[in-house]
């Protein structure tokens, strides 16, 4: 979770393509997620993401965020082949259509989830906020709050990670293995937290403000982001991508 | 370079004055540090020159400060932080992207400094500041010193006419405590940056401060050149502010002789003075 939006630093394929490429890339994948109702193109679907993961050299990230998003899965696997009341059963009250149903679903999460989470794995937030607003022309304002909001998780984490240690000191059981008992532990700490979120989210806003803020542009950005050749294989993969879910 | 006249501000909900009655003038080039106990409006202060009081922090605000001519009430933040650089207190606040590169880079684009200036101003801003080899590293990655000096390094990157840092060295370790000190007394003098610096580190003050103040209760305690604050060293212990070592034993060997001395600020000064007593 610490690690979930870090970015990983490397001069892959991916790495090099316009983080705008990246992001059309991603939308491209979702569309054709959610238009076709192939389950085998699902499956493709899959093996292009890890693909990315694995030519973006994250590997082990991949599989990580992979194995996050399947207990997420397996629960909703298990509902929807419960809950499907159609078909001819296979055993109990889990019918055939139930269980292609459940399949499609759950691969169609994580098609859906994973090129977001890898995009954000190998592209720089301030690359990608810098790369919407100079080519795209989205207000430096939208682009700012998405960094920002970026910039903090880990720093929340950290936050929450000290606010747990320092009541674990005063004899808070936090270390219980009891996942219920430690959520209601963790609900008291959201005010807390919340308060000196909030407090900070003001010092950041002077901060940016005393830097200039008000002064940004869409030209402003030191760094250019020209489309290059590299950029258009991906751009034919994105294509191709919603070609074949219509076709099939 | 700073005119503050008679500043008193009370924050909006307060009702005690963080800041009363302060009159200060700091000179072009001039090096001020400022002391004083927990509460005594040092930050308050420091955000009054660069006008994020009373731009951000509304209150009651009566007086004046004008720095570089400019008055902090008539112009926008915006404006008077061309002028003014600040380092806030709190690190992980103030620090807006994740990549080092990035922090650096946000200021220098915002203030359209041209585009082929860019690069000399980050390698000098890194290089002085002693992280080069961080350029590239996220900002979660790096420990509350090496933010501290990041923070320091993005606004020495503005070159700003003035320089105030709300305790600049809260995380640093001596060493680099010292190293900071050492870049802001070369900004001062070989660039002629003036710089305001609130610092608890008294020893180091005495050394690089030309003039000193000492807050407490938002008044004025004392003020001036260095030596001469430092010889109400009595005044200053009953309040809490520590007096470097030299200044006690100048004082203490004053009393002993029964002669003026001047005010020692560095062990090698000390040494002299002591030398020369004992021929």
Redesign the interface.
């Known amino acids: 979770m610490r690690n979930l939006f ?2 990983v ?1 490397g001069n892959s394929l991916i790495h090099r393509l316009n983080p705008i490429t990246k992001i059309v890339l991603t939308i491209a994948i979702c569309v054709a997620a959610f238009m076709t109702d192939n389950l085998i193109y699902l499956a493709a679907l899959l093996g292009v993401d890890l693909a990315i993961g694995i030519i973006a050299g994250v590997p082990k990230k991949t599989l990580g965020i992979l194995k996050g998003l399947l207990k997420i899965a397996a629960f909703l696997f298990i509902l929807q082949a419960l809950l499907t009341r159609r078909g001819t059963p296979v055993f109990w009250i889990v019918t055939d259509t139930g269980l292609l149903l459940a399949g499609k679903v759950v691969l169609r999460l994580v098609v859906v989830c994973m090129p977001l989470t890898l995009v954000l794995a190998v592209t ?3 690359d990608l906020a810098n790369a919407l607003v100079q080519v795209v022309h989205v207000p430096y304002k939208y682009a700012f709050t998405l ?2 909001a ?2 903090f998780v ?2 929340f984490l ?1 936050e929450m990670n000290d606010i747990m240690e320092a009541q674990t000191a005063r004899g808070i059981e936090f270390d219980t293995r009891n996942s219920f008992k430690k959520l209601g532990m963790i609900l008291p700490l959201c005010a807390p937290l919340l308060i000196s979120s909030v ?3 003001d ?14 542009t869409s030209s ?4 250019r982001y020209p489309f290059r050749l590299c950029d258009l294989p991906a751009a034919l993969l994105c294509a191709a991508l919603i070609v074949l879910a219509a076709l099939i | 370079m700073i005119d503050i006249q008679a500043l008193t501000f009370t924050y909006k909900d307060e009702t005690a004055p963080a800041l009363e009655n302060i009159t200060l003038s700091v000179p072009e080039g001039g090096f001020l540090g400022i002391i004083g106990p927990a509460g005594a409006g040092k930050t308050t202060l420091a955000r009054a020159i ?1 006008g ?1 009081v009373p731009h ?1 922090y509304p209150g009651d605000y009566y007086g004046s400060v004008k720095v570089d001519g400019l008055d902090t009430i008539d112009n926008r ?2 404006d008077l ?2 002028i ?3 380092v ?1 207190q ?1 690190v ?8 080092v590169e ?1 922090e650096l ?8 400094i041209p ?1 082929d200036e ?1 690069p000399r101003r980050m390698e000098f801003a890194l290089k002085q500041v002693g992280i080069e080899s961080l350029r ?1 590293r ?3 990655s790096l420990s509350g010193g090496q933010r501290q000096k990041v923070a320091i390094a ?2 020495i990157a ?1 070159r700003p006419k003035v320089l105030v840092l709300d305790e600049p060295t809260g995380e640093l370790d001596p060493a680099s405590s010292r190293q900071i000190f050492t870049l802001l007394k070369t900004l001062n003098e070989e660039y002629g940056i003036t710089v305001v610096i609130i610092e608890q580190k008294i020893m180091l003050l005495c050394e690089f401060a030309r003039q000193l103040m000492v807050l407490d209760h938002g008044r004025i305690f004392v003020k001036g050149d260095t030596r001469e604050v430092l010889s109400h060293a009595e005044e200053l212990e009953a309040l809490g502010v520590n007096c470097p070592r030299v200044a006690y034993l100048s004082r203490l060997l004053e009393k002993e002789t029964r002669e003026t001395l001047p005010v020692c600020v560095s062990i090698e000064e000390a040494e002299a003075m002591v030398r020369g007593l004992m021929k």
């Open positions: 870090q970015y630093p720089r937030v301030s960094t920002t970026i910039r880990p720093q950290e407090r900070r989210s010092q950041t806003a002077v901060a940016a403000e005393v830097r200039g803020f008000e002064l940004r402003s950005g030191y760094k | 660069g994020i951000h933040l915006t932080s061309r003014v650089g600040t806030f709190d992980d606040s103030q620090i807006i992207s994740s990549v990035d880079l946000y200021g220098m684009e915002n203030f359209g585009h860019i590239e996220t900002i979660a993005s606004v503005l």
